[in-house]
């Protein structure tokens, strides 16, 4: 088949690659031009395991990037991967969406005879590809749904690992009112093994909502019985693992720690929350999945202060600033609100992270950015673990270097006798 693929991010550029990888002729349209570059020289703007090889095998062959609009003309299928940014209240920003649906229809408006499946990947509140794709593609195309097909596709791609996850699906979502246009969809993932799952338009846009909300409150829900443990000396590491041996609940999600990060579950359980408000509807359970994780990081720093009395003129090393390891991803990061809370009370921060100094430094300029765990530990007052590095778990002697051995772990990595976790 041949696909154009509007938006180069890490989901737009996975999938792109991905869908190359097995057969399919793939144009990416970005507005970026050093991203088209990037990506036209097999150079992955973004890190992500197995892309350079896939980008290696693909580009010059069935894989090319472009600033402009024009290969929507002989594609099959046009999909909608753009980014959708959380507005001031909390609500998904759609602008990029109408841009990418009002610039494939004027193409498709100046080619005849071809049927033409537009699928949004991004995440978008349900009613979204209804009531805001289809008539911008239809006014800018000045054609028909009998010409056009819309479906909505969401991704359940995990940062760091999406290029395994695209290729090994939990299920795929095909979500459509036209079954010409979700059977023309599901061909698409003919070389991949998945099971697929055909619903209305909404449910599939609300599918991902859904999930990336459930996987939040896990986490939040495991936190906070992880703060109820530590209070009654329980080890909420063993509790969880008791409790996810149910299958019901499964173990996955239930690692207690400082609070989830990045660019999805906070973003989108807040879109979910501000949908809900819109509705009349006051959504308390996921008010209180944002609550406990606003509030889990500045345990990190209660802790630490009862442990080394007032924080003024301390030096405390943070260790770890991208939002999970194996990214340098610091979107909202659990770093971001310790670091504040350490600078408001004085503190001198010496911080260290594997990949993602060079982004913290343009949030906290002050800061000071060390090249190894050591100099970041050398002769300080207290140290923060706020990133499941793997390298972190190695750490042990490096602690000798502090000048008090004061060790809060915010993400249970280590192994040594003298650490305290956030939650155990
Ligand atoms: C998440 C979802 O896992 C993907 O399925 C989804 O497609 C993606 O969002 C998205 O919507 O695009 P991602 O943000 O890459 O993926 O990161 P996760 O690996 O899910 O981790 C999110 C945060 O939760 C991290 O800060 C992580 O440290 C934290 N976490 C995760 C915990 O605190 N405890 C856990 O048990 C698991």
């Known amino acids: 088949m041949r696909i154009t693929v509007v938006g180069g991010g890490y989901v737009g550029l996975v999938s792109a690659a991905c869908f190359a990888d097995t057969g399919h002729f793939v144009t990416i349209v970005d507005t970026d031009p050093v991203k088209v570059d ?34 929507v003309t002989d594609s099959d299928i046009s999909l909608i991967c753009v980014g959708t940014p959380p507005g001031e209240d909390g609500s ?56 056009i097909g819309f479906v909505m596709n969401p991704e359940f791609l995990r940062e760091g690992l999406a290029v395994y996850d695209f290729m090994n699906p939990d299920r795929i979502v095909i979500g459509s009112k036209s079954r010409k246009a979700a059977d023309i969809a599901e061909k698409l993932y003919s070389g991949i093994k998945g099971e697929i799952l055909h619903t209305e338009t909404t449910a599939a846009e609300m599918i991902k909502y859904t999930s990336n909300a459930f996987l939040a409150t896990k986490i939040s829900f495991s936190n906070e019985i992880g703060n109820i443990c530590k209070i009654l000396g329980i080890d909420v590491y063993d509790v969880m693992k008791g409790v996810g041996m149910d299958h019901r609940i499964s173990p996955f999600f239930l690692n207690a720690g400082a609070g989830f990060g990045g660019s999805c579950f906070p973003k989108d359980v807040s879109a979910l929350v501000s ?112 990133t499941e590095w793997p390298e972190f778990s190695e750490l042990n002697d490096e602690f000798n270097l502090m000048k008090s051995k004061v060790i809060i772990e915010g993400r249970r990595i280590l192994s040594i006798n003298e650490r305290e976790g956030i939650c155990w």
């Not at 841009?99 to 990947?121: E, F, N």
């Not at 979204?128 to 000045?142: A, C, D, G, M, R």
């Open 92 to 147: 998904a920003n759609l602008e990029y969406i109408r841009a990418a649906a009002s610039s494939i229809g004027t193409i498709i408006g100046k080619t005849t005879g071809r049927y033409h499946v537009v699928a949004v990947k991004s995440t978008v509140p349900p009613g979204t590809t209804e009531n805001i794709v289809k008539p911008y593609v239809l006014k800018s195309s000045k054609k028909t749904d009998d010409d």
């Open 275 to 386: 949908l809900a408000k819109s509705k009349g509807i006051n959504p308390v359970l996921l008010n209180s999945v944002l609550d406990v994780n606003e509030n889990q990081p500045l345990k990190m720093v209660e802790i630490l202060e009862k442990r080394t009395g007032p924080l003024k003129n301390k030096k405390i090393a943070v260790l770890g600033l991208a939002f999970k390891d194996n990214t340098d991803d610091i979107r909202d990061s659990r770093s971001i609100p310790v670091i504040c809370a350490l600078l408001k009370k004085g503190a001198q921060v010496s911080a260290y992270d594997p990949m993602a100094t060079n982004t913290m430094r343009k949030v906290y300029p002050d800061v000071e950015y060390c090249s190894s765990s050591s100099d970041a530990l050398c002769d300080a007052d207290g140290c923060l673990i706020m």
């Open 38 to 71: 990037m990506i036209n020289s097999k150079k992955p703007p973004i890190y992500e395991k197995g892309l350079l090889d896939i980008l290696k095998r693909t580009v010059g062959k069935n894989l090319s990037a472009s600033t402009e609009y024009e290969s």
